[in-house]
């Protein structure tokens, strides 16, 4: 008989943190730099645990090196030539490569890539392994592949939502489990499929089962501002991935549209039609496509949307009593809202233009 979960699961709209009595005097006092130790890889980590996604509209060479300037991490995404990696690894000073990791899915194809690039690239660090579907007997086995091919490379692997998978997917070999599925701006899964979890209990319970086997986890999709990056840690993730929120930048791949006047870019889910289309020529027939095509006003530099997201963390921080980012989640106490903003001037908004922002 189906079964019925009663007990309430939470997205990030639902809450919002509780401001609490703190001695720090500004958010320049906060410091967003995180330190880890992998558990299989043993290798430490030094940053600032905000992702780029390895969409191929934002896990970009381009993005690596401007988010690298702020210590903050890129997945690049795989369709990338061993020959353009090659090319990149030449142009970057190496400490570019602290910060980024290559991707790979499954296939034999990715498996073959994913060594020759390795192999050419020594200074390639971490493996990002990305299915839709972490639950897969085949993933498990994968991610068990990699982590015997190279044992001291740290690896993201991903996505699933429940404790358990955590579990699984950490005693394979992954270090950092990727936890989402369906939250994404340009995801369709939950409508397509029916399939999904909450994204803010989806970290709270995933965190948790990572962390007592002294695992790690990033928090993937759904933010769309930067308070829901700053609820993702406040919920226990040790890194946040983004896609929507750095798309539509000069370091963003898509193309540049001109409509009466106004800048767009394109932007799209990894299996929507476009990319499909773009990457393997048509929609496999057994599937349908699971994410959707936008095109969205173009921003300028990332770097403007950085200093906007890093802001906001470090507002959060302020007001829970944060000294370090470290502390976010020890020091977060959600309450659950019905209301997140008051939206009485929403239609009368001034746009922020890239002119103005930069
Ligand atoms: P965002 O930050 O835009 O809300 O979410 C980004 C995440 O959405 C990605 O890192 C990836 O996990 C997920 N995603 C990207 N493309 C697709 C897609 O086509 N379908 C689904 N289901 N998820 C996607």
New binding site residues.
């Given amino acids: 008989m189906p079964r019925i979960e009663f007990e309430p699961k939470l997205d990030f709209k639902d809450v919002l943190l509780r401001p609490k009595r703190s001695t720090l005097k500004s958010r320049a006092d906060v410091d967003l730099d995180r330190e880890y130790i992998f558990r299989n890889s043993k290798a430490t980590y030094t940053g600032v645990p905000v992702v780029a996604?390895?969409?191929d509209t934002v896990g970009t060479f381009e993005m690596a090196s401007a988010l690298n300037n702020h210590k903050m991490f890129t997945t690049i995404h795989k369709h990338y030539s061993v020959d353009e990696w090659k090319a990149f690894a030449a142009s970057v000073p190496v400490e570019t490569f602290n910060n980024l990791a290559i991707s790979s899915g499954i296939s034999e194809n990715d498996w073959n890539k994913l060594n020759e690039v390795i192999k050419a690239l020594p200074q390639l660090k971490c493996i990002c392994l990305d299915v839709?579907n972490g639950y897969s007997e085949s993933f498990v086995d994968f991610i068990r592949r990699v982590r015997e091919a190279y044992p001291t490379h740290t690896i993201m692997a991903g996505?699933v939502v429940t404790g358990e998978m955590v579990e699984e997917l950490i005693l394979s070999g992954a270090d950092i489990v990727k936890v989402?599925i369906?939250?994404?701006?340009?995801?369709?899964?939950r409508k397509k499929a029916g399939v999904g979890y909450p994204q803010l209990s989806a970290v709270l319970e995933c965190a948790d089962a990572a962390h007592g086997l002294n695992g790690h986890v990033m928090s993937?999709?759904?933010?769309?501002n930067p308070g829901d990056v700053a609820k993702a840690f406040g919920a226990g993730a040790d890194f946040v991935?983004?896609?929507?929120?750095f798309a539509g930048h000069d370091q963003s791949g898509g193309d540049l549209i001109e409509h009466n006047g106004k800048k767009f870019k394109l932007f799209y889910?990894?299996?929507?039609d476009t990319?499909m289309k773009k990457h393997h020529g048509s929609v496999a027939e057994y599937r349908a496509s699971?994410?959707k095509t936008v095109t969205i006003p173009y921003r300028g530099d990332v770097n403007c949307t950085v200093q906007d997201i890093l802001g906001g963390i470090r507002s959060a921080c302020t007001y829970t009593g944060s000294k370090q980012l470290k502390e976010l989640a020890k020091r977060a106490t959600f309450i659950r809202v019905t209301q997140q903003t008051n939206d009485m001037y929403v239609p009368f908004e001034v746009p922020t233009l890239p002119s103005q922002s930069k």
């Fill in positions: 996604s390895n969409m839709a996505n989402g369906g939250p994404g701006s340009v995801c369709t899964t993937d999709g759904g933010c769309s991935m983004i896609g929507g929120l889910g990894m299996s929507s990319a699971e994410g």
